[in-house]
């Protein structure tokens, strides 16, 4: 299998290895020790302020962001989402289910955030900001520094949903102002799903402490009390929790998260500039790195996918909604080399060669 999806992608040999082993007990100091160093390095890569935590989730990533929405926000807040594709769709769905009252500042598919688009909702009463950093869906990277800096004017509690751009765009939480940081083990973390990571900066600690949430499972005050000894309030996904410490110890000992984003970016410039013959349109305004969205020129999007999966044996990523026909798109996180974009870049020329990226005759 060649897999060029925005996860789950392809885990390092270590990582799967770890996989293949018997799941130990976890309410064990040798299980804490693991947790506690696992926050560490999410700390350290998150470029997090001092004073800030991890907290573990076992859920998809949605959980986390569905939990920050919940315990970081109440009736009384005002929130401006940036909706600029699936992802930040979501956000303002949570804020509607949980009746925070919310605002959203919508953009095209592949559109940047322009400061002058932002400014618009300048000294206009909000109290928070939520936005999905990479906006996976059309793989816009937006920029955490300017909209840090409108949160800090504006005194917005900024939650930053870095759940595909975390390793893989660079990202200084306490240069930026964010408060709260998510991420999930299937993105950059190259694990397999099911944890994903609330990083909470001091004043979203204070924040948590102080919420009044009704759940019991979402309540991120007990996470962060058991966190304290390296534990959770509810049995975790232990071996995830294992893969992602070898996966974090392998990070590490290539260079640390500057060096991650590093690989990650060139995996990108790799293949845009390996595909620049094909028939393709780069759909994104400021490309993150992760991703790369693509529009075939003639072709039907989802038929690409299709035939690279069944007669190639390689995963690209399709589109849902209404891109799902013109938009697909290819990853570049995960265990993933050079070679592997010929391979994927020399089935898109064959495909071409015969007449398969080409518009079909009753069109
Ligand atoms: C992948 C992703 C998520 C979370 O997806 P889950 O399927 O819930 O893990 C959230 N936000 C962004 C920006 C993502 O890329």
Request: glycine share 8%.
């Amino acid at each position: 299998m060649l897999n060029f999806t925005i996860g789950p992608v392809m885990c390092s040999e270590e990582v799967r290895a770890v996989g293949g082993e018997q799941v130990p007990y976890f309410r064990t100091p040798e299980f804490s020790a693991v947790m506690l160093e696992n926050e560490k390095f999410i700390l350290k890569y998150a470029k997090a302020p001092k004073g800030s935590k991890a907290i573990f989730m076992t859920n998809s990533s949605t959980g986390s962001m569905e939990a920050t929405v919940m315990n970081c926000f109440t009736k009384s807040d005002k929130v401006l989402v940036i909706d600029g594709g699936s992802f930040g769709h979501r956000f303002a769905e949570l804020c509607e289910i949980h009746d925070i009252p919310h605002e959203t500042l919508t953009l095209n598919h592949g559109q940047k955030l322009k400061q002058e688009r932002l400014y618009e909702y300048d000294a206009k009463s909000f109290t928070g900001l939520l936005v999905n950093i990479d906006e996976t869906s059309t793989g816009v990277l937006y920029d955490a520094e300017m909209i840090g800096e409108f949160c800090r004017k504006n005194h917005l509690f900024y939650v930053c949903d870095c759940v595909s751009s975390f390793l893989a765009d660079p990202f200084d939480m306490a240069h930026c102002g964010a408060d709260v940081m998510i991420t999930g083990s299937q993105k950059v973390l190259a694990c397999p799903p099911g944890i994903s990571v609330i990083v909470l900066a001091p004043r979203a600690v204070e924040r948590v402490k102080q919420a009044k949430v009704k759940s019991m499972y979402f309540n991120l005050a007990d996470s962060l009390k058991n966190m304290e000894r390296g534990q959770t309030p509810f049995t975790p996904a232990v071996g995830i929790l294992r893969q992602i410490h070898a996966r974090l110890l392998e990070i590490e000992k290539n260079g640390g998260a500057d060096e991650e984003v590093a690989r990650v970016a060139a995996q990108a410039n790799d293949f845009r500039n390996k595909i620049k013959d094909l028939p393709f349109e780069l759909i994104s305004e400021s490309p993150a790195n992760g991703v790369t969205p693509l529009r075939p020129i003639h072709a039907d999007a989802y038929k690409v996918f299709e035939i690279l999966k069944d007669e190639y044996g390689i995963w690209i990523c399709p589109n849902g909604g209404d891109m799902k026909n013109s938009v697909f798109r290819v990853g570049h996180i995960g265990n993933l080399t050079h070679e592997d974009n010929t391979t994927l870049v020399n089935a898109l020329k064959d495909m071409e060669k015969r007449g398969l990226l080409q518009r079909a005759n009753n069109d």
